[in-house]
């Protein structure tokens, strides 16, 4: 291997890396929402005060990690040049606040 050819399989290697923890913020942020999307659902249906309440807290703890999980996500987008996140606001929207 000439070291050209090997300066390039190292680049190829970065860069395979760099989309796979890119993918991975993303998959995080992706199950995050879902998991506020599943617990505001069933928040909906529920009609009992006490058990409402429980509910909504966990809510409110899932959207600190979707939070999170987008921060990780932006953070992640910035480190590899990207630095408008319009997309990630419009494909990943923060859940509303619950009362």
């Known amino acids: ?5 090997g300066f ?7 860069v395979h890396e760099k989309a796979a ?3 991975r913020a993303g998959e995080r942020l992706e199950a ?3 998991a ?10 529920e009609r009992d005060p006490a ?5 909504l807290r966990g809510y409110e703890a899932t959207r600190r990690q979707v939070a999170a999980a987008r ?16 997309d990630v606001d419009r494909q ?4 509303p606040r619950r009362a």
């Open 92 to 95: 990943f929207p923060e859940p």
């Open 32 to 34: 995050a929402l879902a």
């Open 8 to 14: 390039e399989r190292l680049e190829r290697e970065i």
């Open 71 to 86: 921060l990780m996500l932006v953070i992640q987008r910035e480190a590899i040049g990207l630095r408008h996140h319009r």
């Open 21 to 23: 923890t890119l993918g």
């Open 51 to 55: 058990r409402r309440e429980a509910l």
């Open 1 to 5: 291997m000439t070291p050209r050819e």
């Open 36 to 45: 506020a999307r599943a617990l505001g659902h069933t928040l909906d249906a």
